[in-house]
């Protein structure tokens, strides 16, 4: 089970936003590697995907937000937030099946 | 342009059946993981299924199984979900994905479709 904090979040313009996600168990696989992914739904449009493997970014994706934790503690992080982050954003494991997302965070100006 | 275009939509009788179409271009699909993605009206994510790519591994979410089934032809870059035995609780948007597993790792959803909608209703 994924579990995201908090579930609601408003933001001010140019301040940072931090959102949390943990799981029942280590997402740490056999292989060594964590595969905790994060995506952005903005309104209205398909998923798009942030971070994978707990800190990669996209090519493409801002460098405000970043990725981080491990075990079964994850956060996501933008240091500044900017009017096209809204949107609903949700950690995802892939460690093992079924793959889980999180509820959502919906984060708001 | 990587896209996945999607079809097969609609409305439905509960017990009723559909198949969901998702066009590859742009990129290897031969190669690659795919998977199928829903969305319930107002709700969050909620992976359904996933095939890998020479079709013969299959992995689903228990709450579809033994209803939907995920199939692919790679001579036309195509994936597919039979949904059979609808139930109300399966109205959403589906959306097609390409896992990418080789570079980003199990569940880095890295191409999206636009959705198909099914809405099950009598």
């Known amino acids: 089970v994924m579990t995201q904090s908090p579930l609601s979040l408003p933001v001010t313009l140019g301040q940072p936003a931090s959102i949390s996600c943990r799981s029942s168990q280590s997402l740490v696989y056999k292989d060594g590697n964590t595969y905790l992914n994060w995506f952005q739904q903005r309104p209205g449009q398909s998923p798009r995907r942030l971070i994978y493997k707990v800190f990669n970014r996209d090519s493409g994706v801002p460098d405000r937000f970043s990725g981080s934790g491990s075990g079964a503690d994850f956060t996501l992080k933008i240091s500044r937030v900017e009017a096209e982050d809204v949107g609903v954003y949700y950690c995802?494991?892939?460690?093992?099946?079924?793959?889980?997302f999180g509820q959502g965070t919906k984060l708001e100006i | 342009e990587v896209q996945l275009l999607q079809s097969g939509g609609g409305l439905v009788q509960p017990g009723g059946s559909l198949r969901l179409s998702c066009a590859a271009s742009?990129?290897?699909?031969?190669?690659?993981?795919m998977s199928w993605v829903r969305q319930a009206p107002g709700k969050g994510l909620e992976w359904v299924a996933d095939?890998?790519?020479?079709?013969?591994?299959?992995k689903y979410v228990d709450s579809v199984k033994g209803r939907f089934t995920i199939s692919r032809d790679n001579s036309d870059n195509s994936l597919y979900l039979q949904v059979d035995g609808l139930r109300d609780e399966d109205t959403a948007v589906y959306y097609c994905a390409r896992d990418d597993v080789k570079m980003g790792g199990w569940g880095a959803f890295d191409i999206w479709g636009r959705g198909t909608v099914v809405t099950v209703s009598s």
């Open positions: 742009g990129f290897t699909f031969t190669t690659s993981w």
């Open positions: 995802m494991q892939g460690t093992s099946w079924p793959y889980t």
């Open positions: 095939i890998n790519p020479d079709g013969n591994s299959r």
